[in-house]
């Protein structure tokens, strides 16, 4: 037996291993996010700061990490078997919910994962236990740790308020300082503003992310703590005239700052949320070791009160996972994804504001806009005005072409992020370092006036989604470790290794064989918003509206086949998954247009006019496409649900061949944009016309007959005229489409 307990361990460690991985490409947001955002520097560059900051930090952990061992839950009253299953669906557990943040772009905290993931599985257990105990000695709250599970949900609440306030106040202040021209006033405050910015990072490095460190005895801790204020005084002169003297060499003192801030960040979080990823494993190893010393293979009631104490990790397993983040760092396409949502909500100018709309952001964006109208009326005129020259984003200084932000944003995102989380560490307050570092970018953004009335409501619906996100987090955690506690628990072994194997697939099966959908569409949309040659940009954008279009017309093909199939076989499912098809489509195909709006608001006005026009008409032609789908799908369906007589045979003989002339037009028209060759534009907008008049002439042809016919197929005769009505309107939109589109390939061929 004592084989599949060893089994278990391999599995433990193969899980930490790949939960190291996917933790680290979350979590690479909360120090890449400035660095990469502001492009301060070559991103290659950056990421061997982060990973010299990380591998540092794991190597130089703590020791013991205690809160896998008993912080959630007491062991002494759990047997070694109990521990194993509790340890190990954790593990499961926060492997698949980090992928599919990870998958989802989404940031999220591996401390609420790790935290709630035992807490399920933990309370799971206790309950278990409990109700199995004859002698009613056993109480959930000597079992498990409550308190902790609360301090979690206090610490995101805390988190996004402390966080997105200070933010929003220190950038507005930074702002008025520095303005967008910041050179111009840099001379002046960079010995003081750097020298305040390398303390707080100094500080919060060695006072966050080194003092639970393995080297940093009882005595040096004290003795830090007596001399923090005199330590700090130093750090600062010293660090106000190396930066004054740096500026005067020509030196830019804000990459300094954000390169050395995202030392400090990533150092602390190696440092600190190590345990989140290994912490588990190797309660799980301290328990195996304790109990094959002394268990004398009773699993079922050996407990585990050993893993009470505190312990200390060997060196060899923080340098093993110092290189496990560092490549995971280098490597991981999903960090890439997570960074990439982050920058694009907090990006100074137009970016992917692909998060739609809810009622909720559009309430709160309109409180503050009333208030803010409200403000700036009591205000003095002159007092406004200069407000706003501080504010002149015509003025703004971008290291590189594509930056999101300036490089005093980003510095402002990396101080603010490293005092909160140093002093919420003093203070005993329990700030996640995931939710500052999101927030407080989020507050700069919003001080900055990068949210303009045309972009507030998606990123605010963007942020909110991704704070929901937090808190689902935790109900996911606990629900999924709760029912994998209980299936392991009465389905043994077996169980545990279906569960093993589910997981390594799931995982394995999301890097290599999904994410393939809409990369083509993301990367150029990404390629157009870098770019700043504005004829370069005008042959993208064609490029992408073509691909647009021709995903949309497959679309009206499919969906165009199933109306039509739905109502000639009376299948009800057919035509109720098309209704959620139709929605899902009109849904991707907006996003893709305010896509495509925003890149085509970057290209100079004086060229944009006509070309604007004819995008917006194709557009609209398009969505109305769509929309005359859904009503004849909704006509349809509510036929078949109600089990109304079918088409009559002479109407089904009649309409099939025009029906499959109508999906040859759709099919010529999707060739002939795909292939951008618009020679034919004539002829098949002539076919196209005789097509819609002979299906007019159809429709006049049915009125007649329904005046003359039955009254029982009445019913049946009006949806039928609906279906030719609504395929006229497709056939009108269609010959519209590649009208408009032919434009648009003229303007790109003159080009």
Request: net charge neutral; with cysteine.
């Amino acid at each position: 037996m004592d084989i599949l307990f060893t089994i278990i361990l391999v599995f433990l460690g193969v899980l930490s291993i790949i939960d190291l991985f996917v933790g680290v490409s979350n979590d690479a947001v909360n120090f890449l996010n400035s660095a990469v955002g502001a492009k301060a520097a070559p991103f290659r560059t950056v990421l061997i700061v982060a990973a010299i900051g990380v591998f540092i930090g794991a190597a130089l952990s703590n020791g013991m990490m205690d809160i896998a061992r008993h912080g959630i839950y007491n062991p002494s009253y759990f047997s070694f078997r109990e521990v194993m299953i509790i340890c190990l669906t954790a593990m499961i557990s926060d492997v698949i919910l980090l992928n599919i943040f990870n998958t989802l772009g989404l940031p999220t905290s591996t401390t609420v994962t790790m935290v709630f993931n035992l807490l399920g599985s933990a309370f799971t257990i206790s309950m278990l236990k409990i109700s199995g105990d004859t002698t009613g000695s056993l109480e959930l709250m000597e079992l498990i740790n409550t308190s902790k599970a609360l301090q979690v949900i206090v610490a995101i609440f805390m988190s996004v308020v402390i966080a997105i306030f200070f933010g929003t106040l220190v950038m507005w202040i930074s702002r008025v300082i520095f303005s967008f021209n910041y050179k111009k006033n840099l001379k002046y405050f960079s010995g003081l503003f750097g020298g305040l910015a390398i303390t707080a990072i100094i500080y919060f490095m060695i006072f966050q992310g080194l003092k639970e460190s393995a080297f940093m005895t009882p005595e040096y801790k004290q003795w830090l703590s007596d001399n923090t204020l005199m330590l700090l005084s130093y750090i600062f002169v010293g660090s106000a005239v190396v930066m004054q003297v740096l500026n005067a060499f020509k030196v830019n003192i804000f990459k300094v700052i954000i390169l050395a801030g995202t030392l400090a960040l990533s150092l602390a979080f190696a440092g600190n949320d190590l345990v989140n990823f290994i912490g588990i494993p190797l309660s799980g190893l301290s328990a195996f070791q304790d109990y094959m010393a002394h268990g004398a293979g009773d699993y079922n009631n050996y407990l585990m009160g050993a893993n009470n104490g505190p312990s200390t990790t060997h060196w060899g397993f923080l340098i093993f996972a110092g290189a496990v983040m560092v490549t995971a760092l280098v490597f991981s396409k999903s960090a890439h994804n997570v960074i990439k949502t982050s920058v694009n909500l907090s990006r100074q100018d137009d970016g992917e504001e692909a998060y739609g709309t809810s009622r909720i952001s559009q309430g709160l964006v309109r409180v503050v806009h009333n208030t803010s109208k409200t403000i700036a009326q009591l205000m003095p005129t002159s007092a406004s005005k200069w407000l706003d020259t501080r504010f002149n984003k015509q003025e703004i200084i971008l290291e590189e072409p594509g930056a999101a932000f300036d490089l005093v944003r980003a510095s402002v995102n990396l101080v603010i992020a490293a005092l909160l989380i140093a002093a919420g560490t003093s203070l005993k307050l329990p700030l996640s370092t995931t939710y500052v570092t999101f927030m407080v970018a989020m507050g700069s953004s919003l001080a900055d006036r990068a949210w303009s009335r045309e972009s507030a409501v998606g990123r605010l619906t963007g942020v909110m989604g991704v704070i929901g996100g937090w808190f689902v987090t935790a109900g996911a955690a606990f629900i999924i470790s709760s029912i994998s506690a209980v299936s392991m628990y009465y389905g043994g072994f077996v169980v545990m290794f279906i569960l093993i194997s589910i997981a390594i697939f799931m995982l394995v099966s999301d890097h290599f064989v999904k994410r393939k959908k809409g990369t083509e569409e993301d990367a150029l949309f990404l390629k157009i918003l870098d770019t700043d040659k504005p004829e370069e940009m005008w042959t993208l954008l064609s490029q992408h509206v073509r691909m647009t279009q021709v995903k949309f017309l497959e679309h009206v093909s499919k969906d165009y086949v199933s109306l039509t199939d739905g109502l000639l076989n009376e299948d009800f499912r057919t035509l109720s998954r098309l209704r959620s098809k139709t929605e899902d489509h009109k849904r991707e195909f907006k996003a893709m247009r305010r896509k495509e709006t925003l890149c085509l608001r970057r290209i100079p006005t004086d060229e944009v006019l006509e070309k604007s026009m004819w995008f917006h008409l194709g557009a609209n032609a398009c969505l109305q496409t769509l929309y005359a789908i859904e009503r004849s799908t909704d006509v349809c369906n509510e036929h078949v649900a109600n089990n109304f007589n079918p088409l009559p045979e002479d109407l089904r003989n009649e309409f099939v061949p025009v029906r499959n002339q109508v999906l040859e037009y759709i099919n010529l028209i999707l060739q002939m944009i795909s292939s951008g060759d618009m020679s034919g534009v004539k002829q098949t907008k002539a076919i196209g016309k005789e097509l819609k008049e002979h299906v007019k002439e159809m429709r006049k042809i049915q009125m007649k007959r329904t005046h003359k016919g039955e009254r029982e197929n009445v019913r049946v005769s009006l949806v039928y005229m609906n279906v030719l009505q609504e395929t006229n309107e497709v056939l009108t939109n269609l010959r519209h489409l590649i009208d408009y589109t032919q434009h648009l390939q003229v303007d790109e061929d003159e080009e």
